[in-house]
């Protein structure tokens, strides 16, 4: 069994940055890969960003280049470092923890507000 616990949502300015925190309880940690999701009131949960094992980074178009994603095995905790942000990035962030055998674990979210 894997837990996930966020931290570091909160309100800035647009234009502002937040660093999110994921972390993860658990020996498989180094072997998964680890996810950001975010949902906005109203809105289906989108995908943001994907770092795997090997530390190969993917990310959404709309948070590319701004956004990044990065972990550290040795705390077994996933960041997501949000810069420039936006009115519309507004929305709860959750961390994702996929084993190596494609068992999803979720964390509780984080809020993120960014305000005009």
């Known amino acids: 069994q894997v837990q996930l616990v966020e931290s570091g949502g909160g309100l800035v300015q647009a234009g502002g940055s937040l660093r999110l925190s994921c972390a993860a309880s658990g020996s498989t940690f180094s072997t998964g890969s680890m996810s950001w999701f975010r949902q906005a009131p109203g809105m289906q949960r989108e995908w943001v960003a994907t770092i795997n094992n090997r530390g190969t980074t993917y990310y959404a178009d709309s948070v590319k280049g701004r956004f990044t994603i990065s972990r550290d095995n040795a705390k077994t905790t996933v960041y997501l470092q949000m810069n420039s942000l936006k009115p519309e990035d507004t929305a709860v962030y959750y961390c994702?923890?996929?084993?190596?055998?494609?068992?999803?674990?979720w964390g509780q979210g984080t809020q993120v507000t960014v305000s005009s």
């Open positions: 994702k923890f996929t084993t190596d055998r494609d068992h999803d674990y």
